[in-house]
Nanobody, 123 residues
Framework: VQLQASGGGLVQAGGSLRLSCAASGRTFSSYAMGWFRQAPGKEREFVATISWSGGSTYYADSVKGRFTISRDNAKNTVYLQMNDLKPEDTAVYYC?????????????????WGQGTQVTVSS
């Protein structure tokens, strides 16, 4: 599976962005998908994950109520809608795919990673 993340950019605090992650391959619908982020000098951290069917989701406490993960299996795409953005959300955002876990939240659980897209939130 190859993953291509897009949709990042510069936004003011309180604004919104929607990230997309397009996947290649015919087995996209069998993978749990996740979003992670990494700020300069920090470790990559979990943001959100969605089950293969889209029926279950799980979020980091820091984004709960502001971010929404969704997927369209017909389009081989997973999304991250980010609302009420804060300067501390500034990071490179990565999408990832996992073959075997239902709602994986650890970096090590994921099998495939996209290249990342930069999100910068100004105060």
């Amino acid at each position: 599976v190859q993953l291509q993340a897009s949709g990042g950019g510069l936004v003011q605090a309180g604004g919104s962005l929607r990230l997309s992650c397009a996947a290649s391959g015919r087995t996209f619908s069998s993978y749990a998908m996740g979003w992670f982020r990494q700020a300069p000098g920090k470790e990559r951290e979990f943001v959100a994950t969605i089950s293969w069917s889209g029926g279950s989701t799980y979020y980091a406490d820091s984004v709960k109520g502001r971010f929404t993960i969704s997927r369209d299996n017909a389009k081989n795409t997973v999304y991250l809608q980010m609302n009420d953005l804060k300067p501390e959300d500034t990071a490179v955002y990565y999408c990832a795919a996992d073959r075997s876990s239902r709602l994986p939240a650890l970096v090590g659980e994921y099998d495939y990673w996209g290249q990342g897209t930069q999100v910068t939130v100004s105060s």
